[in-house]
């Protein structure tokens, strides 16, 4: 199974939609620990790699970064 790959101020569409019905997060941190925040209501959560990679359905480049 291929990982994603996303990086700072990506937005990554997740399985599961947020209960605000939102299932696009902006990575907001990356490290040992991802954290991402809700595109709609701004919640923010942390997850790790192994969490987010399985989570992820697609990513979205950030606009302008064509340098990956
Ligand atoms: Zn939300």
């Known amino acids: 199974m291929?990982?994603?790959?996303y990086h700072l101020g990506d937005v990554v569409v997740l399985r599961k939609?947020?209960?605000?019905?939102c299932d696009?997060?902006?990575v907001i941190r990356m490290g040992a620990d991802v954290r991402i925040k809700c595109n709609?209501?701004?919640?923010?959560v942390m997850l790790?790699?192994?969490?987010?990679?399985?989570?992820?359905r697609k990513v979205e480049t950030a606009v302008g970064s064509d340098l990956h």
């Open 2 to 5: 291929p990982q994603p790959t």
């Open 17 to 21: 939609a947020h209960p605000c019905g």
């Open 24 to 26: 696009r997060w902006t």
């Open 40 to 44: 709609r209501c701004g919640h923010r």
């Open 48 to 56: 790790s790699r192994n969490e987010l990679n399985r989570a992820i």
